[in-house]
């Protein structure tokens, strides 16, 4: 369902743009951003894309940079002393 709709990517793609990291974290932030996308959204039919495509925009700024410290923590990021 979640890898169906393109925008939940392309959110997650432009929020990291404007925060100003690269893409490569993208991966390690899409699984949670998935994860928490499939367990709340609630279409009322296969065919609800209208649904998915809203939860999909919906997803707030700070959860994804809530993620992107996640992988500061156990991720691809390093903190650099």
Avoid: K, Y
């Avoid at 793609?13 to 100003?20: H, K, S, Y």
């Amino acid at each position: 369902m979640a890898s169906a709709v393109a925008d939940l990517n392309l959110h997650v793609a432009r929020t990291l743009a404007q925060l100003g990291l690269p893409a490569p974290l993208a991966p390690s932030v899409l699984s949670a951003v998935v994860q928490d996308f499939v367990d709340a959204v609630r279409p009322t039919d296969p065919d609800d894309w209208l649904t998915l495509v809203r939860a999909a925009r919906a997803v707030p700024r700070e959860r994804i940079e809530d993620d992107v410290a996640i992988a500061t923590a156990d991720g691809p990021l390093v903190v650099v002393h």
